[in-house]
Nanobody, 124 residues
Framework: EVRLVESGGGLVLAGGSLRLSCAASGFTFRDYALGWFRQAPGKEREGVSCIGSFYEGSYYADSVRGRFTISRDNANNTVTLEMNNLKPEDTAVYYC?????????????????WGQGTQVTVSS
């Protein structure tokens, strides 16, 4: 059974930082593209960042580029999203995703696997 479990969400002041982690199990982690999506109330789901397996690159939405960093640890089956200089518009539920497809993507067909989500709230 595939499982993606997010952690690290919370409430932070604008300009602050948070680190989201996703623990994965039930599939060959190193072979999968991974990513983070978010959805704010009343808005469409948005691809935030993704990272391919092995030598594939990482990608970011324009709204977060330069502030967020995605990384993966294939030894421990985790993917992390470091979020700095957070803004109120970053407030959303953040979802960890995984898919055997390559390279990773931020728009288009949905990823095969999704976590339950973790709430990030940025106050001004």
């Amino acid at each position: 059974e595939v499982r993606l479990v997010e952690s690290g969400g919370g409430l932070v002041l604008a300009g602050g930082s948070l680190r989201l982690s996703c623990a994965a199990s039930g599939f060959t982690f190193r072979d999968y593209a991974l990513g983070w999506f978010r959805q704010a109330p009343g808005k469409e789901r948005e691809g935030v960042s993704c990272i391919g397996s092995f030598y594939e690159g990482s990608y970011y939405a324009d709204s977060v580029r330069g502030r967020f960093t995605i990384s993966r640890d294939n030894a421990n089956n985790t993917v992390t999203l470091e979020m700095n200089n957070l803004k109120p518009e970053d407030t959303a539920v953040y979802y960890c995703v995984a898919d055997p497809g390559e390279p990773c993507w931020l728009a288009g067909r949905p990823y095969d696997y999704w976590g339950q989500g973790t709430q990030v709230t940025v106050s001004s």
